[in-house]
């Protein structure tokens, strides 16, 4: 059973810049496909992007331009860098993993990563 650790939320002024850390504690060589979602109070949990082992991404239209997704093997970690972070970005982000695929499913299918975070909050002011 793998153990997903969340870092790096908190709160900041529209414009500015966060990034997350989610720290795994197993599949670090394995093909596996990792990914960012949120949850704003009220809304259902979406997918944010998404990076396969192999260097594959995926990206939802809201964030496009803004966010990276990036997986460092070494360090068997997965980071979201979000720059010009709006009020509409706020909510509760959890890294997921689904692990010994050959690639990420889409984004809207949250079900198929068996394996959370407990999830930081971030918090953008306007």
């Known amino acids: 059973q793998v153990q997903l650790v969340e870092s790096g939320g908190g709160s900041v002024q529209a414009g500015g810049s966060l990034r997350l850390s989610c720290a795994a504690s197993?599949?670090?060589?394995?093909?596996?496909?990792w990914g960012w979602f949120r949850q704003a109070p009220g809304k259902e949990r979406e997918g944010v992007a998404s990076v396969h082992t192999d260097g594959t991404t995926r990206y939802a239209d809201s964030v496009k331009g803004r966010f990276t997704i990036s997986h460092d093997n070494a360090e068997n970690t997965l980071y979201l860098q979000m720059n010009s972070l709006q009020p509409e970005d706020t909510a509760m982000y959890y890294c997921?993993?689904?692990?010994?695929?050959?690639?990420?499913?889409?984004?809207?299918?949250?079900?198929?990563?068996?394996?959370w975070g407990q999830g930081t909050q971030v918090t953008v002011s306007s």
């Open positions: 197993a599949y670090r060589y394995s093909s596996n496909c």
């Open positions: 997921a993993v689904r692990v010994y695929v050959s690639r990420c499913p889409l984004l809207g299918q949250i079900g198929l990563f068996g394996h």
